[in-house]
Nanobody, 121 residues
């Protein structure tokens, strides 16, 4: 059974930074970060393939960086220049493809429990 455990969420002021971590029992496929704000649908934030190639949603380009440490089976999301609209529960996910990772929920089979990020103005 694959397990994903996120950590690193918290409360920051606008313009601040946070780094999320996700320890995975398996990281040999596409991995991704999604987020869900209250009253909104879950949306893809960033993906990373088995070669470490990232892909970002336009609303985080230039501000967020996805990376992973294969030796530690850990996925990261470095978030900078945070905005109040980044407030959401952030989830890491493990897919079934190796490359061409897309930010589409049906392509991910395993999910973490989520970690809350709150950005105040």
């Amino acid at each position: 059974q694959v397990q994903l455990v996120e950590s690193g969420g918290g409360s920051v002021q606008a313009g601040g930074s946070l780094r999320l971590s996700c320890v995975a029992s398996d990281s040999s496929y596409c991995m991704a970060w999604f987020r869900q704000a209250p009253g909104r649908e879950r949306e893809g934030v960033a993906t990373i393939d088995v070669d470490g190639v990232p892909n970002y949603a336009n609303f985080v380009k230039g501000r967020f960086t996805i990376s992973k440490d294969n030796a530690k089976n850990t996925l990261y999301l470095q978030m900078t220049s945070l905005k109040p609209e980044d407030t959401a529960t952030y989830y890491c996910a493990l897919g079934r493809a190796w490359r061409l990772c897309r930010r589409q929920i049906p392509e991910y089979d395993y999910w973490g429990q989520g970690t809350q990020v709150t950005v105040s103005s």
